[in-house]
């Protein structure tokens, strides 16, 4: 099956530092990478869709300026979190999909492993 | 996307099956059910998706009701590494993206 890797899987950082998180498909081309932000106990909250070559669209509430993405080719995927804050510490879960007609029908999301970031 | 509702938490016991139930009253005819499921700091993994027949997989069965308004996810034989919360999702086959709710908490007791 497709497999969608990220690095680092943790990250602790010192607030006001910036983070970066990347995707990777390992064996597809990803034309559009999705990325999730998740609390504990709570269920994955949709951050940002993201198409190779274009800007990020981002779900309403989430600062642009506060977390950059780059989708800059069709297998690599990067959040980079600015000016960290403790509140920005949870569990950011990166998915790929390929193109429609790849893999499932409906072109299949395939989910990362996950990168857990804390900010002290 | 449609809305689903799935109960919060449900439990099996080892090697019994279990049934996972999702209801979907707003499903449209070109929505896809998902299954997938997320163990503890994992990403969520793939389980099985259909359309409109019962569909069957390695990992389980989908039950899907004849007006497709709720359907039914089957561990045949539950075992503790299927202990994880399971999300069922919505996904029209042209929309872009996937949102998850809530989702079933299962656990399996020995």
């Known amino acids: 099956g497709a497999v969608v890797s990220q690095h680092p899987s943790r990250v602790i950082c010192k607030s006001g530092t910036s983070v970066k998180i990347e995707c990777r498909s390992l064996d597809f081309q990803a034309t559009t990478m999705f990325w999730y932000r998740q609390f504990p106990k709570k269920s994955l909250m949709l951050m940002a869709t993201?198409?190779?070559?274009?800007?990020?669209?981002?779900e309403q509430g989430v600062e642009k300026d506060k977390f950059l993405i780059n989708h800059a080719s069709l297998t690599l995927s990067t959040l980079t979190v600015t000016s960290a804050h403790p509140e920005d510490s949870s569990f950011y879960i990166c998915?790929?999909?390929?193109?429609?007609?790849?893999?499932?029908?409906?072109?299949?999301?395939?989910f990362g492993p996950g990168t857990r970031l804390t900010v002290t | 996307d449609a809305k689903t509702t799935q109960p919060n938490s449900m439990e099996s016991n080892e090697e019994e099956p279990v049934h996972l139930p999702c209801n979907h009253s707003t499903i449209s005819g070109t929505d896809y059910i998902h299954w997938y499921r997320q163990l503890p700091s994992q990403g969520p993994e793939y389980v099985i998706h259909g359309l409109t027949s019962n569909v069957n997989n390695r990992m389980a069965s989908l039950a899907i009701a004849e007006d497709r308004k709720s359907s039914t996810l089957i561990l045949h034989r539950a075992t503790l590494r299927d202990a994880a919360v399971y999300y069922c999702i919505l996904r029209d086959v042209w929309n872009n993206d996937m949102r998850f709710g809530a989702g079933t908490r299962l656990t399996v007791k020995p």
């Open positions: 998915s790929a999909r390929g193109s429609i007609g790849f893999g499932l029908a409906g072109g299949e999301q395939y």
């Open positions: 993201s198409n190779e070559g274009s800007k990020a669209t981002y």
